[in-house]
Every structure is written in structure tokens, then in C-alpha cells.
């Protein structure tokens, strides 16, 4: 195990009724607020109702901005700053899913910013202070209410960029698993993948002795395994609900990756490459590559995935090579996913071989991608291959 600090600086409000500390909250900042939110699912299912409760039960003065796209795109991102630096605001509260939270976290960076906030998400400048930012969660995925990463979209130059800055953790979210009874299969399917992907990704890594970490990540999975389908078969149960928000917090907060390498993450950059093109959802793009990734990554090292199919699929290794045991447990991976009605090739998106140099290019954003197995331009290839169909 690798020496660490470990600190998170988000205050969670979890459960039920929890909107009501949003008030308490406010007492934090001024009252001078830019409400972001997507599509107006929030309006159609009673949050935004909810939230403007509470802001204006304290006088607070309110700029929306509505409309941030799924992939969150960097011109939303410039108006929210427009909007934060027009209108003097004091806090930023995004209400939707990771999109919305990620949006918003550039936002508050670049207030403070005079150059192009581009050059903060690519890396080229460090920002140096942010305007506060607070959440409600409606969306259990990407685990961005309590992380201080933010991935965004320049859709001028396709090209789909993670980033992190101490300053982008939230003040506070708030974490309501009713507000999450209203998301659709899909996105639910979606972001239960996501999640379990930020878990896998942290799994793979090099660093030795990290029986209670890699514990950890055994017990996100089962517990999200074990959820799921209970989940699905009624959207609007809260407890499932409860179960699967938290795990989605959990999964990406800093705490399961605390004295390892922090993992492998090539897949998320090979996704982004996709979805930087063709915009297809986040979860749905990972559904596709993390099982072929494996299937790479276990041609030469089998080990962590034999390690995942015993103690996570409960796969017999009796009598079995390591790599047999292996490509079980991605195998088991896959059959899930797809039971959840998950795809499985990007031909569900209308993707084909025509541009693959192009998503091949477009995955090394960074100057290389893998730390469990560094890839190369011909790995990327042969991963984008194996996902075709």
C-alpha cells in the first residue's frame, strides 16, 4: 500500500426530505444564485418546485440557466460564466446528474479566470479561486456531487476533456433518492454502469498489499449487483433507489483508490474519444469498451481479472489456467451488463471501421492513456476493433 491523505471536503445531506438544509446552506454564501439544470426533467417531476422552495423561503435571488447537455458542452459552459460575472452571483447550484454538476464546476472556475477557461480543462493554467458551488442530485452516476473532477466537451474541436482542480469540489450536495425515482430505464441502466465502471477502474491497478481497498471495490459491485436488477424491476423503489446512489457516490469520492496507483482509467479515455464524435451516452459508450479492454489486458496479465471473477462472479477456478478464469469473469461482466440491457457494440449506435483512426487520435488527448497497461495507438485500435461487434 502506497502512503496517502485522504480528505474530501463536501458535506453530503443524504436521505429523504434532506432538501430542507438547503436553507441552512445558503446561510453560507449570499443570496445571489445561478441555478443551473438540464432538459427540465427537474420541472416535470417536482424538484424544481422543491428547490425554489427553499431558495426563495430565504430571499434568495435566482438566474437560471437551463438547457446543459449530456455531454456538457464548452459554450454552456462560457454562458454560465457570462451569466455568474453579469449578475454578481455568490453561489452556483446545479440540479441534475454529473452533466449538470460538471458544467457547473467549470463555471465556477472560470469566473474567476480572464483568459479562456479551455486552458484550465486542457491543463495549460491552474485555476487560483472559485466561485462556491452546492448540488442536488438527480441522477446516481458519475459521482461528481463529491469528487473534484469535471469532464467537458468542445464540440468545435470534438474533443472531450477530463480535468480536476482542488477547488471543484462542491460545498455541499444534497442527495435525495426520491428525486431519483423519475429517471428513465436507460439512464438508470446507464448510470448504474458508469458507476460500477469508476469501481473497475480503480480495481486495476499495480500496487501491492491493498487487501482492504480492493475489499472495498469487491463490496461496491456486489452490493450494486445485487441492486440492480431489484432496481429495474421497479424504478420507483426508494430503497433500491438509496442503494444505488449512494454506491454511485461511493464508487468515485477518492476513498477506494486511497493507497493504490488510483488505476487504469484507459477506458474512460477511449469513451470519451467516442463520444467526443458520435455524443453517444457516457455509460452506454463504457458498457461497450471496458469488456474489450479486458479482454486485451488479459491476453499478457490475467491476474487482477482472475482475482475479480472469483471474489466478485464467484467463478470455480478449479483445475483452470488464470487466463481461463479471466475471461469467465469478463464474460460473467458482459452477461450482466447485458441482462441490465446494456449494449454491448457500437453498432447499436450506428458506429462503424470508418473513422476509427479518428476516435484512435482522438483517445490520446493526454500524452499517454493506462496505468494498469499502457496503450498504444495499436492497443486503442485493436480495442475499437473488438467493440465494432
Not at 94 to 116: L, N, T
Not at 336 to 349: K, T, V
Not at 366 to 387: A, E, F, H, N, W
Amino acid at each position: 500500500m502506497q502512503s496517502f491523505i485522504q480528505f474530501n471536503p463536501t458535506r453530503l445531506w443524504f436521505g429523504v426530505g434532506q432538501i430542507k438544509q438547503l436553507q441552512q446552506e445558503l446561510g453560507n454564501t449570499g443570496k445571489r444564485v445561478l441555478l443551473v439544470y438540464g432538459g427540465g426533467s427537474i420541472r416535470r417531476n417536482g424538484v424544481y418546485d422543491a428547490v425554489m422552495k427553499q431558495l426563495l423561503d430565504r430571499q434568495a435571488i435566482v438566474v437560471e440557466m437551463s438547457g446543459v447537455e449530456p455531454n456538457p458542452r464548452l459554450t454552456t459552459v462560457k454562458k454560465g460564466i457570462e451569466l455568474c460575472r453579469v449578475n454578481q452571483i455568490d453561489l452556483i447550484l446545479a440540479v441534475g446528474g454529473g452533466s449538470v454538476i460538471d458544467c457547473a464546476k467549470a463555471i465556477s472556475i472560470g469566473v474567476y479566470y480572464d483568459g479562456d477557461v479551455w486552458d484550465i480543462i486542457t491543463r495549460k493554467a491552474e485555476p487560483q479561486e472559485a466561485l462556491p458551488l452546492g448540488t442536488v442530485l438527480t441522477i446516481a452516476a458519475t459521482g461528481s456531487e463529491m469528487n473534484n473532477i469535471s469532464v467537458i466537451t468542445n464540440w468545435d474541436r470534438n474533443e472531450k476533456r477530463g480535468w480536476s482542480s482542488p477547488l471543484a469540489y462542491p460545498a455541499f450536495s444534497i442527495l435525495d433518492p426520491a428525486y431519483t425515482t423519475t429517471v428513465p430505464l436507460d439512464q438508470t441502466v446507464y448510470g448504474i454502469v458508469d458507476m460500477m465502471s469508476h469501481v473497475l477502474e480503480q480495481y486495476f491497478h499495480r500496487t501491492e498489499h491493498t487487501p482492504m481497498m480492493d475489499r472495498f471495490m469487491e463490496a461496491v459491485l456486489l452490493t450494486v449487483m445485487e441492486a440492480a436488477p431489484k432496481l429495474l424491476s421497479n424504478l420507483e423503489d426508494i430503497e433500491h433507489r438509496a442503494t444505488i446512489m449512494y454506491a454511485g457516490t461511493t464508487a468515485f469520492n477518492g476513498l477506494l483508490s486511497c493507497g493504490t496507483d488510483g488505476g487504469d482509467w484507459a477506458s474512460h479515455q477511449i469513451e470519451h474519444g467516442l463520444s467526443a464524435v458520435y455524443d453517444i451516452p457516457h455509460g452506454g459508450g463504457l458498457a461497450i469498451v471496458f469488456p474489450n479492454w479486458m479482454m486485451h489486458c488479459a491476453e499478457d496479465d490475467p491476474s487482477r481479472m482472475k482475482k475479480l471473477a472469483i471474489s466478485v462472479f464467484g467463478i470455480d477456478a478449479t483445475g483452470k489456467t488464470d487466463h481461463e478464469v479471466a475471461l469467465e469473469g469478463i464474460q460473467a461482466l458482459r452477461q450482466f451488463w447485458d441482462s441490465l440491457g446494456a449494449p454491448s457494440q457500437l453498432g447499436y449506435y450506428g458506429i462503424d471501421d470508418q473513422r476509427i483512426e479518428e476516435l484512435v487520435h482522438k483517445s490520446f488527448m493526454k500524452s499517454t492513456i493506462g496505468q494498469y497497461k499502457v496503450m498504444t495507438r495499436d492497443t486503442v485500435r485493436d480495442i475499437l476493433i473488438r467493440s465494432l461487434a
